[in-house]
């Protein structure tokens, strides 16, 4: 391919890709495929063809084909799982991170990458006013920073019962104790049994009628203790009373970790960080751009108040490769990545610490919108809508699960299906920049419109 295909090539993706965008800012797609285009994705069943194919090609049945297939998470009218959209801005950084495909993992890798991904990482800690001189590593996850930061923990309560994990393994080591909610996010869970702590092992502390740890249950802790708390609880997003737990939890020596997938994000506004209040005496805490910060996928971050406790569990010098401590190479799992921090960067100078605030308040002030008009109607609301979820139940499971198949195969918006104290409900989730009122307006009328009467036989 000579230098001007390349370049055409690019631009006919960057077309394609415009002209997308451009179709969720008129509102015309539909936010979950339709059952035809998800039947098209069959012509993806090719073999492997022996002969390349052209470029060209590619890009145009990946436009054309793919590209009724995929769900709109970018349109205001998706309340799916708290994934948000992308900022324009975010996108945008994105695109040129790509062509200058950077490996950030030190600054002899990419001095650029190094510098932009430190300046983000620390107006992360100041816009969630986390303890500055934390470290901040940008994972793929919030999964994979729990992983991280759960590592650390774990190599630092073992060093302090003289055991070093990294020589001697863990056959032998003395006992950590794992302390986590009984609401704890599946994928901390996940994390837990990577590390290989038994689930069996794991003491679970009951949860009040919110979804909040119950304080006065937990149990007796100790500098053998690992304890996972919770900021935004996926259902009814509500927050661990981390004012009673946490600094009873340090002065027994034990190690907290926070999941503030979106929830951490609470605080970056004057109105809502009451929330969480004292969540900043923790030792790690992890949280996603890819959520409520509305940055593209794979964009988190795993934060650390004892930078070393991270760097050292973390490093990965190599003969030929070292770095500083706050090389990202050694504050995250991978080697080699790209520079995922460039978009956070980027959406934080935007937004500044004020955009930040309303993009946080404009999605909560929407769900409780939201909530008031549903609960004046036949729908239950059965959360306090303390944050950006709003979940929802009709008269009996079934109802609840038709209302929401009849929605959501309209096409015109899309929320997902939960279960909430063992019944159906459905979660509508306000993450996007891009929704406004009028959004809300048009999906209580949505979930209003009566269900079809059953035919009278
Ligand atoms: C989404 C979520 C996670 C996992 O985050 P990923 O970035 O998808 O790995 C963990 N905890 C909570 C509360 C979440 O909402």
């Known amino acids: 391919m000579t230098s001007d295909d390349e370049i055409a090539l690019l631009a006919d993706a960057d077309r394609r890709a415009r002209a997308w965008t451009a179709g969720i800012g008129r509102g ?120 991280t930061a759960l590592t650390a923990a774990r190599r630092r309560l073992l060093e302090r019962q003289d055991w070093d994990v990294d020589r001697r393994g863990l056959a032998g080591a003395p006992r950590i104790r794992v302390v986590i909610s009984a609401q704890a996010h599946i994928t901390v869970v996940r994390a837990l049994r990577v590390l290989g702590f038994g689930l069996d092992t794991i003491e679970r502390v009951p949860v009040d009628e919110y979804g909040r740890v119950d304080a006065t249950q937990m149990p007796e802790l100790d500098d053998t203790t690992l304890v996972v708390l919770q900021a935004g609880e996926v259902n009814t997003g509500e927050f661990d009373p981390f004012d009673d737990v946490i600094p009873a939890a340090r002065r027994a020596g034990s190690w907290v970790h926070v999941d503030g997938a979106f929830g951490l994000w609470a605080r970056a506004s004057r109105t809502h960080r009451h929330l969480t209040s004292g969540i900043d005496g923790a030792d790690s805490w992890t949280t996603d751009g890819h959520k409520w910060l509305n940055t593209p996928y794979d964009s988190a971050m795993v934060i650390v108040r004892d930078a070393p406790a991270l760097s050292d569990a973390m490093n990965s010098d190599a003969s030929y490769l070292t770095g500083t401590a706050d090389s990202q190479k050694n504050l ?97 989730s306000v993450s996007s920049w891009r929704t406004r009122r009028s959004h809300m307006d048009d999906l209580v009328t949505e979930l209003l419109t009566p269900l079809p009467r059953a035919p009278q036989t």
């Open 332 to 428: 995250t799992l991978e080697f080699s990545r790209r520079a995922r921090g460039i978009p956070v960067w980027a959406a934080l100078r935007t937004l500044g610490s004020e955009g930040v605030e309303d993009l946080v308040d404009t999605c909560i002030a929407n769900a409780q919108y939201a909530a008031v008009r549903l609960r004046g109607s036949d729908l239950t609301v059965v959360n306090r809508c303390v944050l950006n979820q709003v979940l929802v139940r009709a008269d009996t499971p079934d109802q609840t699960v038709a209302v929401r198949e009849r929605v959501v195969h309209g096409g015109r918006t899309w929320f997902g299906p939960s279960v909430w104290q063992d019944q159906p409900a459905f979660r509508i």
């Open 28 to 147: 015309e797609r539909r936010v979950f495929p339709s059952t035809e285009s998800v039947a098209r994705l069959d012509s993806f069943a090719e073999p492997f063809p022996t002969a390349g194919r052209p470029a060209a090609e590619t890009i145009a049945m990946l436009d054309e084909i793919a590209g009724a297939g995929v769900v709109a998470s970018n349109d205001p009218r998706y309340f799916g799982y708290v994934v948000g959209s992308t900022l324009p801005v975010a996108a945008a950084a994105e695109r040129i991170a790509s062509a200058w495909d950077q490996c950030a993992s030190s600054f002899d890798n990419s001095p650029a990458a190094h510098v932009l991904e430190t300046r983000a990482g620390r107006w992360v800690l100041d816009a969630l006013d986390l303890p500055t001189g934390s470290a901040v590593g940008f994972t793929t996850s919030a999964t994979a920073g729990a992983v």
